[in-house]
């Protein structure tokens, strides 16, 4: 028998604020960070081939279940839909064509052109 480990209720509010927020799904925002990360010495040993953050924080969370999360994922969790949740406030005047606004998001997991 499964036993179920229960959550503070504020980090299952954040888990699904998380997963509001970051609207990517993880093999996408894998694929981004690459491209983000890419260069000439860019590329590690690892499996993630040192993936630029917060992005490579974000994607570990994704990968993980909620009963699985540690104190460092919950503060990650916090930190993204904080970050998110600004720079969707403090839109730009050119809205989706402003290239910088819309990579920074999509470095979070997040694309503005997804409707939600």
Request: proline share 7%; no cysteine; net charge negative.
């Amino acid at each position: 028998m499964v036993r179920e480990q229960r959550l503070e209720p504020e980090v299952e509010v954040l888990w699904d604020d998380f997963h509001a927020e970051v609207n990517v799904p993880s093999e996408q925002l894998r694929q981004w960070l690459l491209t983000r990360g890419s260069g000439e010495e860019a590329f590690g040993p690892g499996p993630d081939l040192d993936l630029p953050e917060p992005g490579r924080q974000i994607l570990a969370v994704l990968r993980k279940r909620k009963v699985d999360l540690t104190p460092e994922d919950i503060e990650v969790m916090r930190e993204a839909v904080e970050r998110i949740r600004e720079l969707t406030a403090a839109r730009p005047s050119r809205g989706n064509a402003d290239d910088q606004w819309r990579h920074s998001l999509l470095d979070l997991g997040h694309d503005v052109l997804v409707e939600r």
